[in-house]
């Protein structure tokens, strides 16, 4: 099945700088790979997605990076804030589910 | 716009009991699937529906057992209760079955289960 490792399980930020986030994965044939941030004790919100076809996507703030032939995929935050502070999952959609890494908890310090 | 509708949003029982939870997806949303995330873990896929069939099984314990009913709603029937399964359980739905929509998980609030 599909494996989906994610690095690294803490960051510290301070405000104003980037914020990278890595994901790898298994399986060649997995093609959607969604990020979303998680507040404590909140849901999952999807906050940027891109599929297989598409090496990057922006939305502001936040850009993806998808490396298809390496497994691999990347979340960028620019110019953090405070607000930014929570935990992001990357997933990977495999098999008619999503399949998520371990998180990475994001600090972001005034 | 409507969200994905859990309840309750808090479950205290206590071991060897029975749960169950509910979840409402989206309006016309025809997946449904379960998610289990203990503390500061990531969610782990339990079970999903499309269109009333059970469509793909994770690490479901056999005492958990779940259905989607004709209104496209879901219940998660917990049985004997571990103090293991304290955790919050998500709901999510999606739209298209095995069409490329299926892919985008929109996520309830979740309910919390605390087994004492």
């Known amino acids: 099945g599909e494996n989906v490792e994610q690095h690294p399980s803490t960051l510290s930020v301070q405000e104003g700088d980037s914020a990278v986030i890595k994901c790898t994965y298994s399986d060649s044939a997995s093609n959607y790979f969604p990020w979303y941030k998680q507040e404590l004790g909140k849901r999952p919100q999807l906050i940027i997605d891109i599929r297989s076809n598409v090496g990057e996507k922006k939305d502001q703030r936040i850009a993806v990076t998808l490396n298809k032939t390496a497994k691999h995929f990347s979340l960028h935050i620019t110019e953090t804030q405070p607000e930014d502070s929570a935990v992001y999952f990357c997933?990977?959609?495999?098999?008619?589910?999503?399949?998520f890494g371990t998180g990475t908890r994001l600090q972001v310090f005034p | 716009a409507a969200g994905v509708i859990q309840s309750p949003r808090h479950l205290i029982k206590e071991k060897r009991e029975t749960a169950t939870l509910k979840c409402y997806p989206i309006?016309?949303?025809?997946?449904v699937y379960w998610y289990q995330q203990g503390p500061g873990q990531d969610p782990q896929f339990l079970i999903s529906f499309y269109e009333k069939m059970q469509s793909d099984k994770g690490s479901i314990p056999d005492r958990f057992s779940a259905q989607q009913f004709s209104d496209y709603h879901s219940e998660l029937n917990m049985s004997s209760l571990e103090l293991g399964d304290s955790a919050l359980y998500f709901c999510?739905?999606?739209?298209?079955?095995?069409?490329?929509?299926?892919?985008?998980?929109?996520f309830g609030s979740g309910t919390q289960l605390s087994v004492l």
């Open positions: 997933a990977v959609h495999n098999t008619d589910k999503l399949i």
């Open positions: 309006p016309r949303h025809d997946t």
């Open positions: 999510a739905s999606s739209l298209g079955g095995r069409a490329a929509t299926n892919e985008k998980l929109f």
